[in-house]
């Protein structure tokens, strides 16, 4: 890693992401990055984007799984100077409210926690992996906001290690109109960043809602869980 990459003052470390925030560069950096973060050295980051035009997903998720390290030892990071298509990107998508954003000398700060506990959770997740493919077992109920909430940030710590993720809905037995908001706005991060997004075996409820909205034209739709992952490229 250049060692150019990072100014430490103290507690406080600043990063200057590279032209491309994506690949290996992404990895090489956070890894030194997280390794601050967890042995005390450093609680306070600043991304520096002046010369950095595109993130991945994978960029994407690491700075999120750094905002969850961050919250445990009462840290900071925040992100200076994104360009117009990134900070338009994280507008889309909703990201704007969970990162802390300086721009033009002043800091708009994060308004959404996106990791604070809730107790009437009843959407439950589990995650299988099979090659370079995440699947996302839903069960239970997804409501608004705790459900969709919590897929969310589920969702986005995925991003750090898988660009293709498949929400597997078979066990899902409610799904609201209100939570397809954070389907829609997770696929088209993906979209954005290089990845892509299936859905499968939801029930009839739920597919109605999907047909009903089209959003089979937005996000594919596959009944059985082979038939979403056979082929996909």
Known sequence: MNLNALSITGNRVVV?????????????IMNDVFDRARKG???????DFSSCNMIDSSGIGMLVSLTKELKSVDG??????????ILQMLSDTGLDRIFSIEKNGGVRQADVDL???AVDIKLTIQKEFRGDTCIFMLGGVMNHPIGSSYFKQQFLLTLSDYKKILIDMEELTFFDSLSLGAVLNMNLLLKG?????????AN???SDLFKTLC????????????MAIDGWN
Request: proline residues 7%; hydrophobic residues 40%.
């Open 16 to 28: 200057t992401l590279p032209a491309q925030f994506a690949g290996p560069d992404v990895k090489t």
């Open 41 to 47: 050295d450093a609680n306070y980051f600043i991304f």
């Open 76 to 85: 900071e990071m925040i992100l200076r100077n994104p360009d117009r298509d």
């Open 115 to 117: 990791f604070q506990q």
């Open 193 to 201: 960043t290089g990845g892509a997004l299936r859905i499968c075996g």
């Open 204 to 206: 009839y409820i739920v």
């Open 215 to 226: 959003i089979d034209q937005i996000i594919p739709i596959f009944d059985t869980r082979e």
